[in-house]
């Protein structure tokens, strides 16, 4: 099985740095959503995603990330894959967990509202997710 330098990097991080974070005192940022973690170390800087997940593992957390095709851009692109999932649930076929950004297993109106929120905008991992 062959991993990459990137991928390596990217769990090292994940391993050493959530845990520090959890530790992390008020002088290393301000938490601008509320999920107990700061801002510097957040995936998503709006969007309250205590988890970090990211799926896609491309640096923006699931909660904010509504480039399902990784081209930078949420876009009609996107918005077709989000209602390929729309109304469907964890096991039904066409059911793409990204498009959960609530994770609750259902793509429901919450996360057509989340998905909307971050329509037509840039994401740009290394600068600031939503």
Partial sequence: MKISLMALVAAFCLVVGLPLVATAGPTSGTD???DGVQAPFDNCKLSANA?????????CGDACDCDFNNDTVCNPVDYGLFT????????DPGFDPRADFDCNGVVN???????TAGYLTVLVPSAQCP
């Fill in 51 to 59: 988890s970090q997940k990211d799926l896609d593992h491309d640096g």
């Fill in 84 to 91: 390929l999932s729309y109304l469907k649930g964890t096991g």
């Fill in 32 to 34: 601008t959503d509320g």
């Fill in 109 to 115: 109106p919450i996360d057509y509202g989340l998905f």
